[in-house]
């Protein structure tokens, strides 16, 4: 947690989506959410009476939110006021692929702020190309838990490919100033070796139960084209 609470917030959500979708007691549901809520003001609380407890980022991502809430000039604002330069200097065209000029100012411009950049070479129409992009990715992976033949299928696309959208909006919600700097990275677009695996790994579980449903149809409609050119066959069984 102190070294990473966005992170951690979005696997806390998830896991309260797969419990509910799982059929779990919302009232349970409850006493979950209640307990992390009070767990996670203790924590701050304790952080910021103990400011040597926590030595990791604690103290940056409570300086995060709280400069979110209460508009201060920090580095993070640098970085937001940069990234809004870059998505204004863009326009709807853009400067063209390649012609960035903020890139050479904005800090991490190649993973937490690569969406302000591409803003700024492609324009709205690239803003929203990845935009539309990650909802395809949306849809398609609601379609694929959908038609899961099983309850672990379900989950299992559920839990391994919502995070990977989910932190592809809160990154671009970021770069326009929708929330505090979080850190996230844009999931198959940004500079990163374990980012990258992570989600390579997770489309793939949800390309696997795609596959596997697949295998079953074919299955059935193979059994079915033999049943239907062999019906002296199935005769023959039943007397």
């Known amino acids: ?14 896991v309260l989506l797969l419990v509910f979708i799982g059929g779990y007691p919302l009232k349970y549901i409850g ?9 996670l003001a203790m924590f701050m609380l304790t ?17 995060r939110v709280e400069n979110f809430a209460n508009d201060e ?7 937001i006021e940069k990234a809004k330069i870059a998505i204004a200097s863009g326009g709807v065209t853009g400067v063209g692929i390649g012609k960035s000029v903020q890139r050479n100012f904005l800090p991490q411009s190649s993973s937490d702020f690569i969406y302000a950049i591409i803003v700024e070479e492609m324009g709205l129409i690239g803003a929203f190309g990845v935009m539309f992009a990650y909802l395809m990715l949306f849809f398609r992976i609601i379609i694929v838990a959908t ?14 490919g919502l995070p990977v959208i989910f932190q592809a909006l809160v990154n671009m919600a970021v770069a326009v100033e929708l929330f505090p700097v979080t850190g996230q990275t844009l999931p198959l677009i940004s500079s990163g070796g374990s980012s990258i695996w992570m989600t390579c790994l997770a489309l793939g579980m949800v390309l696997s139960v795609s596959a596997k449903r ?7 409609e193979e059994e079915q084209e033999v049943d239907e050119e062999n019906p002296l066959e199935i005769l023959s069984e039943a007397i």
């Open 214 to 220: 697949q295998e079953e149809i074919q299955k059935q």
């Open 47 to 63: 952080a910021k009476a103990f400011p040597g407890l926590f030595p990791n980022r604690v103290d940056t991502w409570i300086s």
């Open 73 to 79: 000039d920090t580095e993070a604002d640098y970085q």
């Open 1 to 14: 947690l102190p070294a990473n609470f966005s992170t951690t917030a979005i696997l806390f959500f998830m």
């Open 31 to 39: 006493i979950v959410v209640g307990t992390g809520v009070v767990v």
């Open 147 to 160: 038609k899961a033949d099983t309850i672990f299928g379900k989950l299992l696309v559920i839990g391994v």
